[in-house]
């Protein structure tokens, strides 16, 4: 079992920045492709961004390339995601999730893929 843990989540205003944490722990030995998603009241759960177990490979929602960053430390056992120019629409509890691979280069878009999920952190902006 892996347990993850998010942070970094809060209230700010459109055109700042935030960068969410995500900690692992349990099973961390493991190779696992982290993925970000997130969830706006009334919406489904959407994926953000993912990376690969050696952080080489990155995929991101077209809605925010070139704003969101996604990062991880495997000695560390923690995920990131840098988030700047946030809009009132990336107002969401954003989760992170985690799935074991075995392969260096994967990545995973899909929900139903990962294993693991934390319980969220909100993020809210305000316009």
């Known amino acids: 079992q892996v347990q993850l843990v998010e942070s970094g989540g809060g209230l700010v205003q459109a055109g700042g920045s935030l960068r969410l944490s995500c900690a692992a722990s349990?099973?961390?030995?493991?190779?696992?492709?982290m993925g970000w998603f997130r969830q706006a009241p009334g919406k489904e759960r959407e994926f953000v961004a993912t990376?690969?177990?050696?952080?080489?490979?990155?995929d991101y929602t077209d809605s925010v390339k070139g704003r969101f960053t996604i990062s991880r430390d495997n000695a560390k056992n923690t995920v990131y995601l840098q988030m700047n120019t946030l809009k009132p629409k990336d107002t969401a509890v954003y989760y992170c999730?985690?799935?074991?691979?075995?392969?260096?280069?994967?990545?995973?878009?899909?929900?139903?893929?990962?294993?693991?999920w934390g319980q969220g952190t909100q993020v809210t902006v305000s316009s």
């Open positions: 349990g099973r961390t030995f493991g190779a696992y492709v």
């Open positions: 999730a985690a799935k074991e691979v075995f392969t260096s280069y994967s990545v995973y878009r899909s929900l139903s893929e990962y294993e693991y």
């Open positions: 990376i690969s177990w050696h952080g080489r490979s990155t």
